[in-house]
């Protein structure tokens, strides 16, 4: 199987450029859900840890279990709602508080314009009630931008919604809860940051999606893909390659093949653009399953160094690329 590379020295740059933003790497909480973006949910997490970040995001419960061990507190986005001493559980709808354990921990999310999911900001006194009378702590109040990393006043419309949201809080008489808005791209948007907390995904593994008006901050990929060689063979002119031969070979040229493919997680793609490779080799005719084939006789290559510069070939984002990588995909510590 291929494997994958992960740098440890960018992963730690990364986070040092986040905690720049914030003032503190205390205020980041490092988002592992997905296998980490496809890096790997234990090794980030012990990676994490060693930098000193003390708080993480997963999506379930089983996922906060496999890396507890490292951190203060770890938030779950979706899941049934349990008393936990490290787990902070997400509301997202008046009937998850029905249905959390009492003594639960848990974080109040306001829709404040995503309208995926969260309370809305007409339902925010009765979850504030419902949370009381149901014996939860609150320990957290928090939302989630859709348009941060896009050039539009949305993003300060939401803020306001949140300002709102995080007053009525107030009046309610609830304390020590701390307050998170921040993703990736508002907090690399922003001049200066006040709030407890920081929920930092694609920028800690290495990507910037805000347009260019915005200022750059350099950020590194953490992550590389890598394919070893399979066979080798000599083509002559205007023999095929792969399903439905769509590569014609133009001239004598020796190929082969490399164990990489869309049953790893790989994009197929479209044969009639071919994608080319972190070491400028287009990829031959159609990736198959398990299979991609290459002009090349190397032991080994790199298929991609850079996932937003691979997802502008494939159509789609550099999140896509990353989370959709196999699990069972080695990860090599470099």
């Known amino acids: 199987m291929a494997f994958i590379k992960i740098n440890k020295e960018n992963f730690y740059h ?37 930098f000193g970040i003390k708080h993480a995001v997963v999506r379930k419960t089983s996922e906060a279990e496999q890396i507890e061990a490292w951190f203060e507190t770890i938030l779950v986005l979706g899941d049934s709602i349990v008393k936990h001493d490290k787990y902070h559980y997400t509301i997202n709808s008046l009937e998850e508080i029905q249905k959390a354990q009492k003594g639960a921990k848990v974080e109040l999310k306001v829709d404040t314009g995503m309208h995926r999911n969260g309370i809305a900001m007409h339902e925010v006194e009765e979850a504030l009630a419902s949370i009381s009378q149901k014996g939860l702590e609150l320990v957290g109040v928090m939302t989630h931008y859709r348009s941060a ?63 260019h008006p915005f200022d750059a901050t350099t950020l590194n990929p953490v992550l ?37 493919g ?19 080799l287009p990829i031959l005719g159609r ?38 990588l196999h699990k069972d995909i080695e990860r090599r510590l470099v």
């Open 14 to 50: 990364n986070l040092n450029q986040i905690a720049l933003k914030t003032g503190s790497k205390d205020k980041i909480a490092i988002v592992l859900k997905d296998n980490a973006y496809g890096h790997g949910l234990v090794l980030m997490a012990k990676l994490a840890s060693e």
């Open 149 to 211: 990393d896009e050039l539009s006043s949305e993003f300060f419309w939401q803020q306001k919604q949140f300002e709102s949201a995080k007053e009525q809080v107030r009046k309610a008489g609830f304390e020590n809860v701390r307050i998170q808005s921040h993703n990736s791209a508002a907090v690399l948007r922003c001049k200066t940051f006040s709030e407890d907390l920081v929920r930092v995904g694609i920028g800690a593994y290495g990507y910037d999606e805000l347009p």
């Open 224 to 260: 590389s893909l890598h394919a070893k060689k399979v066979s080798t063979r000599v083509l002559t002119v205007g023999q095929r390659v792969g399903y439905g031969g769509d590569y014609i070979a133009a001239k004598k040229m020796t190929v082969s093949t490399y164990n990489i």
């Open 262 to 280: 869309y049953g790893d997680g790989w994009c197929r793609g479209d044969a009639n653009k071919a994608f080319i490779t972190a070491e400028a």
């Open 287 to 324: 990736v198959s399953m398990d299979f991609i084939s290459l002009e090349s006789e190397k032991e080994e290559v790199c298929v991609m160094d850079d996932a937003q510069e691979a997802a502008k070939q494939l159509g789609t984002i550099s999140y896509e690329i990353i989370t959709a």
